[in-house]
T-cell receptor, first 114, second 113 residues
């Protein structure tokens, strides 16, 4: 399958610990952000999104934090499980209302140790 | 409820040839976007279609073209293939609404030899 983990920053955590994956985005005009999970051989899977008028949003076991001052986005995963092992991408939309054109970051490989 | 489906899953072509990749969007979605993902990198936007027209385009040459059909399905065509076109090609569908999330298929792995 597709090995998307080559040359990527890697975060290694123990099963059960909390994980924090960070992302610096490029455009201060971006107003919508998404986190995706990509497993080997599969396409990116939607995890959670956040609009620029918010600074925090929670889902099931995941929380996204947005700091517009420093153009920083983070994804927190609670009680990390082996099934969370994948490459995680942040993406931003800075199309100014025109369309949904996502710009992806380089990705972080999350490795969960049992 | 079927998600985004793409075909074929794998394809091997020779330099100079042409290729057509196909995508069926998630049920209820009317907008299709295509992305290219090189090994170890994030997906890069190629173009987006809705109402059967190309609405926005990324930094890709004219060798890359597409089409959207009345049933919202889409094709990506690449002419005069280069070795550098080897990548995972991802289709994503969404609602036309601004800032609606994109849902991706599992992609077509294209290898150019």
């Amino acid at each position: 399958g597709e090995n998307v983990g080559l040359h990527l920053p890697t975060l290694s955590v123990q099963e059960g610990d909390n994980s924090i994956i960070n992302c610096a985005y490029s455009n201060s005009a971006s107003d919508y952000f998404i986190w995706y999970k990509q497993e080997s051989g599969k396409g990116p899977q939607f995890i959670i999104d956040i609009r620029s008028n918010m600074d925090k949003r929670q889902g099931q076991r995941v929380t996204v934090l947005l700091n517009k001052t420093v153009k920083h986005l983070s994804l927190q995963i609670a009680a990390t499980q082996p099934g969370d092992s994948a490459v995680y991408f942040c993406a931003e939309n800075n199309a100014g209302g025109a369309t949904n054109k996502l710009i992806f970051g380089t990705g972080t490989l999350l490795a969960v140790q049992p | 409820d079927a998600g985004v489906t793409q075909s074929p899953t794998h394809l091997i072509k020779t330099r100079g040839q042409q290729v057509t990749l196909r995508c069926s969007p998630k049920s209820g979605h009317d907008t299709v976007s295509w992305y290219q993902q090189a090994l170890g990198q994030g997906p890069q936007f190629i173009f987006q279609y809705y109402e059967e027209e190309e609405r926005q385009r990324g930094n890709f040459p004219d060798r890359f073209s597409g089409h959207q059909f009345p049933n919202y399905s889409s094709e990506l065509n690449v002419n005069a293939l280069l070795l550098g076109d080897s990548a995972l090609y991802l289709c994503a569908s969404s609602l036309r609404l601004y800032n609606s999330p994109l849902h991706f298929g599992n992609g077509t792995r294209l290898t150019v030899t």
